[in-house]
């Protein structure tokens, strides 16, 4: 294994697998902290937790016991994944996990690089865009659980971590590896703890991958991944190392829980030609039945042309109509636990193509389908592959929420078979 990935969320482990495998390499995807005693053979693990949004203390703990299972396999290289649009608030888990990680592997230093230019997340003198936006101006601002308000990178991270942080911008960027790692080495010395890398172009990537190719851990999205990769890598054999993963034709669903500004243009793009359902918030709340009426729903649709769709999905007005209403915590959990007990009836059901979209609402998912590992496949768009669960035969489309083209949904059954 040459290297240990700890994400933060399910889409977000996904998608940065994705990337690994695109570059060739080998990959498995563990969903929690493994059994001590699990055999993988693989190039790269990918441990996905469900730590963005939960108590600080909890991510703490399983982040350090996903480290101390992948240092059993004398793993050489550590990588802590959260989301490109950061999504973690001033009380948020990104500081406390990166510092609990340097300090369990005895380092003082790490890079903070939350981008994917291929997707439109970059970094421009440590404050980060979002399709050429600033994150705090995009629709992030209006995120269900973790609102983005600045978009400064070096702030967040000051505001939630134990140390000081600094920036290496494009400027050197530009000058190579070389220059990367001398301004790295100046701000450790001058006392920094973490450097917002800026990426502004896939060339960005490549330079940062070789950049920290011996710095034991690093953070950030998945394009800091794909430049590692490619630095190691050079172009392997993506078609071998997505061969396991590859979805067969089979029975599909969508369940669109993200309320993002790209899922809500996917849903409303679907809705014209698919048969579609509206979750309804008051009864996820209060109706113990109303899974199984979701299911009957989903069972009663014509099989064989388009997947039908049950959302959640709403814009951003809507949403917080919803939330001042019900309490968003409250509506959130509720959504997500009718999404777990709808997946589950319709596995039974014979349902082997679950398309969903949202980080919170793939982990739900999984978890309700009690899904321990994945195979990685192709990539529908990037950061989002078909995955394939290790110990039964269901494929998986896990999307983050602001991923993929308006056509996502029919780009992933497209792909299938
Ligand atoms: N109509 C709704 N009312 C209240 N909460 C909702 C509603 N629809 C979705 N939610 C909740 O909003 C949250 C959306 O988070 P999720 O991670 O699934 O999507 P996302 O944040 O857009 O995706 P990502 O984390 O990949 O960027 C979930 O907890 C979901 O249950
Ligand atoms: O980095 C991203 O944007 C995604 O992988 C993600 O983590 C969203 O849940």
Not at 18 to 35: E, I, M, S
Not at 76 to 89: A, I, L, R
Not at 301 to 313: C, I, N, R, S
Request: aromatic share 8%; proline share 5%; with cysteine.
């Amino acid at each position: 294994m040459r290297l240990g990935v700890i994400a933060d969320d399910f889409t977000g482990a996904t998608d940065i697998a994705g990337f690994l495998v695109a570059n060739g390499l080998r990959t498995v995807q563990l969903n929690d902290v493994p059994p001590a005693d699990l055999q993988v053979e693989a190039d790269a693990v990918v441990i996905s937790l469900k730590t963005r949004s939960c108590p600080v203390q909890q991510a703490v703990d399983e982040s350090l016991a996903a480290l101390a299972w992948l240092q059993a396999r004398n793993c050489p290289q550590f990588f802590f994944k959260y989301c490109s649009t950061f999504d973690s608030t001033a009380k948020g888990n990104i500081g406390p996990v990166t510092d609990a990680l340097l300090a369990e592997l005895g380092e003082d230093f790490t890079v903070i690089c939350p981008v994917l230019p291929v997707n439109g997340r970059t970094i421009f003198n440590g404050y980060l865009f979002v399709n050429g936006v600033p994150l705090d101006e995009s629709g992030m601002r209006h995120h269900p659980v973790t609102p983005m308000t600045d978009a400064n990178v070096m702030r967040l991270m000051d505001a939630q971590s134990k140390g000081k942080t600094g920036n290496v911008s494009y400027r050197v960027m530009d000058q190579g590896a070389e220059a990367v790692r001398a301004a790295l080495a100046e701000l450790k010395s001058k006392g920094f703890r973490y450097a917002v890398l800026d990426a502004l172009s896939d060339a960005h990537l490549v330079v940062m991958g070789q950049a920290v190719a011996e710095m034991t851990l690093v953070t950030g999205g998945s394009g800091l991944a794909d430049g590692m990769a490619r630095a190691w890598a050079g172009s392997g054999d993506a078609a071998a190392a997505a061969a396991e993963g590859r979805p067969p034709k089979g029975r599909g669903v969508v369940l669109s829980g993200s309320c993002s500004q790209m899922t809500n243009a996917q849903v409303a793009a679907y809705r014209a030609e698919a048969p579609s359902l509206a979750v309804d918030v008051d009864r996820s709340l209060h109706d113990a039945g109303y899974a199984q009426e979701l299911a009957d729903w989903v069972l009663a649709q014509a099989q064989g042309g388009l997947a039908p769709l049950v959302f959640a999905t709403q814009p951003p007005e809507e949403l917080k109509k919803l939330q001042a209403k019900y309490g968003a915590a409250e509506a959130s959990e509720a959504v997500e636990r009718t999404f777990g007990a709808l997946a589950q009836k319709l596995e039974a059901a014979g349902f082997d193509q679950f398309i969903v979209a949202g980080g919170e609402t793939s982990g739900i998912v999984t978890q309700s389908l009690g899904i321990g590992g994945f195979h990685i496949g192709p990539q529908i768009a990037p950061g989002v592959p078909w995955v394939r669960a290790v110990e039964k035969p269901l494929s998986l489309a896990l999307k983050s929420g602001n991923f993929g083209q308006e056509r996502f949904f029919f780009d992933a059954q497209n792909l299938a078979g």
